[in-house]
């Protein structure tokens, strides 16, 4: 049965600002689509998937993630990958949620910005209408693979701008330093595409700081490895830059051997605006409120601290205005 704990952080109105979407790709619909499209899967059932969810590093997860989005070929399965993450999120209290996906994953295939992008708007604005969630979508450069490629791929999206929200910086973090992507970023900028960036997650500060200063980033995604370089948490702070933090990730690829040492708490003390999120929670073993339901735990959160987190995923929001007054509303009238 849900504890008190559970339920009052599920309640709380919340945004969930780092999540990919290939990442919510659960075992059982990797086997359903499988079987749908005539993917061979090198696994022989659910329980063989989940065995091989044992990671070293970003790398190690990162092979299994993409050999997994193989199955996603038509517009009917985005469709009901991005259904099934927004019905869950909802559930967890989610009222916005600001989701990655990886286009190149899917071009490289063959799979064209028209399949994906029809599958994943009718699946939000279904969600929508029918659960009053706030749902829009950010287009990441997979930084493995040369900065032309991102280029082309921005290109590519144009005729689908009006349905982007903004442009990330993701995969193989250390030795894919940001400065390469500036022109990429910039013409993002110009196109009024809003800007973050992966960064600090398995590189160093230096990675954050090249983020903000080369991409323009507005929010750091990770940014946890900021912490060893006081300059750079003073300027995350004074300049409210809010970190996507991602508790089960990081424990899951090694940043951290037990939740208990996670410095999320740290952060927050140190005046970071720190938000929790899931990143991939199918491959994680969580989804948003597990995050913050672990994290409350391991790291002895009080209610206030709950209530800040959920506050700062909401401020740190690309939602309108008047979205973001409301669920603030919401938000002041449980917690105060
Ligand atoms: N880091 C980098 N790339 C990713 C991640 C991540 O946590 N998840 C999916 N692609
Ligand atoms: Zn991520």
């Known amino acids: 049965m849900a504890d008190a704990r559970e339920e009052f952080i599920r309640s709380l109105p919340k945004a969930e600002l780092h999540v990919h979407i290939e990442g919510t790709l659960e075992p059982e619909m990797m086997f359903e689509l499988a079987a749908r499209n005539g993917v061979d899967l090198p696994y022989g059932d659910v ?45 967890d209290g989610v009222r916005r949620a600001e989701i ?4 190149q994953t899917h071009t490289e295939r063959g799979i064209g910005f028209d399949v994906f992008m029809a599958g994943f708007l009718a699946a939000i604005e279904r969600a929508q209408r029918e659960l009053g969630i706030s749902a829009a979508l950010i287009m990441c450069f997979l930084r493995h693979l040369p900065v032309d490629a991102a280029a082309d791929t921005l ?6 701008r009006e349905h982007l929200l903004g442009v990330g910086l993701d995969s193989s973090e250390v030795g894919h330093p940001p400065e390469p992507y500036a022109p990429v970023f910039r013409r993002a900028a110009e196109l009024g595409l809003r800007r973050v960036a992966h960064a600090g997650e398995e590189g160093p500060p230096a990675y954050v700081a090249g983020a903000l200063d080369a991409l323009g980033a507005e929010r750091i995604d990770h940014g946890v490895r900021a912490e060893s370089d006081d300059a750079l948490i003073a300027r995350l702070a004074d300049s409210s830059i809010p970190l996507t933090v991602c508790p089960l990730s990081n424990l899951a ?13 740290r952060l927050m003390d140190r005046g970071v605006m720190v938000t929790v999120n899931s990143d991939d929670p199918a491959y994680f073993g969580g989804y948003l409120l597990d995050n913050y339901v672990r994290t409350a735990r391991a790291l002895d959160l009080t ?13 740190a929001s690309f ?17 105060a």
């Open 319 to 335: 939602a309108t205005d008047d979205e973001r007054a409301r669920w603030l509303a919401e938000l002041d009238a449980i917690s």
């Open 303 to 315: 209610s206030d601290d709950l209530a800040t987190l959920a506050r700062n995923s909401i401020e």
């Open 155 to 160: 290109e590519l999206a144009l005729p689908h």
């Open 253 to 265: 690829l090694g940043g951290v051997e037990r939740l208990e040492e996670h410095n999320l708490k």
């Open 47 to 91: 329980a063989e998937v989940r065995a091989a969810y044992s990671f070293d590093d970003l790398q190690s997860f990162l092979d299994i993630y993409y050999e997994g989005a193989s199955v996603l070929q038509l517009t009917q399965d985005f469709d009901d990958l991005m259904s099934a993450y927004l019905q869950r999120a909802h559930a």
């Open 100 to 103: 990655f996906f990886d286009p």
